[in-house]
Nanobody
Framework: QVQLVESGGGLVQPGGSLRLSCAAS????????MGWYRQVLGKQRELVAV???????NYADSVKGRFTISGDNAKNTVYLQMNSLKPEDTAVYYC???????????????WGQGTQVTVSS
């Protein structure tokens, strides 16, 4: 059983910062990629940032220069440092991981339960 547990969401004023964390636990052979997506009620879930096990990163244009994704392979953990937050960043943020449970089996996508980020004065 694989679990992704997120933490760090909350309420912050415009211009403020938050740091999200996501730890993967359970029967994991390898993690190929971890990342963050976000979703606003009534809209599609969208990619925010991803990082591969080799350290390559990719960001949505809307967060480039403000958000930084990083990972700790030894801890199976990914972080999202969010600076200069804007009201339009308000959403539920979901952690995602593409990982392999058993050697020789295909990777699968796993999701966390989501954490609310609200940017408001």
């Amino acid at each position: 059983q694989v679990q992704l547990v997120e933490s760090g969401g909350g309420l912050v004023q415009p211009g403020g910062s938050l740091r999200l964390s996501c730890a993967a636990s359970g029967s994991i052979f390898s993690i190929n990629r971890m990342g963050w997506y976000r979703q606003v009620l009534g809209k599609q879930r969208e990619l925010v940032a991803v990082i591969t096990s080799g350290g390559s990163t990719n960001y949505a244009d809307s967060v480039k220069g403000r958000f930084t994704i990083s990972g700790d392979n030894a801890k199976n953990t990914v972080y999202l440092q969010m600076n200069s937050l804007k009201p339009e960043d308000t959403a539920v943020y979901y952690c995602n991981a593409f990982l392999v449970v058993l050697p020789g089996t295909p990777q699968r996508a796993y999701w966390g339960q989501g954490t609310q980020v609200t940017v408001s004065s």
